[in-house]
């Protein structure tokens, strides 16, 4: 069963198009993610979905309501998370989560096995005041009054944007878990590393999806090798990775150069790589092949779809 489905969406803002003509279902308790940097369009999509915002064109279904005609029946179905932290600064956790359980006439204990996880978390400080709360905190608050009514479908944008690597962690096995229980969740991210979590990806570029598959599946669909470079002084080395001609993509990852050969190049080995650098003045470079991740992919499919 499809809880959201999605065709042909465009939105434009004035003269700037922020989704141009974009398309993807999700099923039943699966985590879909769409994966891109800042200002790729997913915010403008969550907005469309969650019928925050109206769509130039095309049609959205969520449960089988459309966002134009159903919207009512919608917000009472789904949660939605913000990218920017959107609830009571003023009021107390537990208020926060009183007040919007209210809303959709529950209370915090019909609903707490969902919440259970996280909100166990900031129950300590259930007094302090949202402001009060640090970046992890106020994302878990966020959450837990998302889920606080049981919803058919969760909507999350950018959940981790800002928040410390084991909040990053708490965050995802709580959506794993949920997921289990059968409810659909559309999460977006910049992180390439979360993408792996997801069931299924769309990878998102200025308004347009590259490419729809599971993340194995699109990391498998990169036929080309990939390596990963690294030396004393990385910026200079990834300026000179890009003049080599054998070369089709070269760019910082962490503490170390991922490059993409070109595909007449496929038969060179590392040490290959090592002597190209030698020759313009690098030593001590330590040159790995390495499986492609979703970035190397993202980073492909950017170039080719210039």
């Keep these: 069963m499809e809880s959201v489905v999605v065709d042909n969406v465009k939105k434009c803002y004035g003269q700037v198009i922020a989704l141009k003509g974009v398309s993807f279902s999700a099923h039943k308790g699966e985590i879909f993610g769409l994966i891109g940097p800042d200002g790729s369009g ?6 469309i979905m969650t019928t925050l915002l109206l769509p130039d064109s095309g049609t959205v279904e969520v449960a089988g309501y459309d966002v134009l005609k159903d919207y009512a029946e919608i917000r009472n179905i789904i949660g939605y998370m913000p990218s920017k932290f959107s609830l009571y ?5 537990e208020e926060n989560m009183k007040f919007f359980a209210t809303l959709f006439k529950t209370t915090i204990q019909e609903n707490y096995y969902l919440v259970k996880d996280i909100y166990s978390q900031i129950e300590p400080f259930k007094k302090r005041k949202a402001r009060n709360l640090s970046g992890g905190m106020k994302q878990k608050l966020a959450l ?4 606080i009514h049981k919803p ?18 708490d965050l995802w096995t709580m959506l ?6 059968e409810i659909t969740i559309i999460v977006s991210t910049p992180y390439m590393d979360e993408a792996k979590l997801c069931d299924r990806i769309a990878l998102i570029k200025e308004g347009e999806f590259m490419k729809i598959d599971t993340p194995d599946g699109i990391v498998n669909s990169l036929h080309k090798k990939v390596m990963a470079v690294r030396g004393e002084n990385m910026y200079l080395i990834l300026n000179a990775l890009r003049t080599l001609s054998v070369v089709e993509m070269a760019f910082a990852f962490g503490e170390t150069n991922h490059i993409t050969l070109k595909d007449s190049a496929s038969d060179l080995s590392p040490a290959d790589i090592v002597r190209m650098l030698e020759d313009k003045g690098f030593n001590n470079v330590d040159v790995k092949e390495i499986r492609a991740g979703v970035e190397d992919c993202y980073m492909v499919l950017s170039k080719e779809n210039i």
Excluded: H, I, N, Y
């Design 42 to 47: 997913k915010s403008t999509l969550f907005k």
């Design 89 to 93: 600064k003023d009021l107390s956790v």
């Design 144 to 147: 837990s009054c998302a889920l």
């Design 152 to 169: 058919s479908v969760l909507f999350l944008d950018e959940p981790t944007t800002g928040v410390d690597p084991v909040s990053r962690k």
């Design 176 to 181: 794993k878990k949920l997921s289990e229980q």
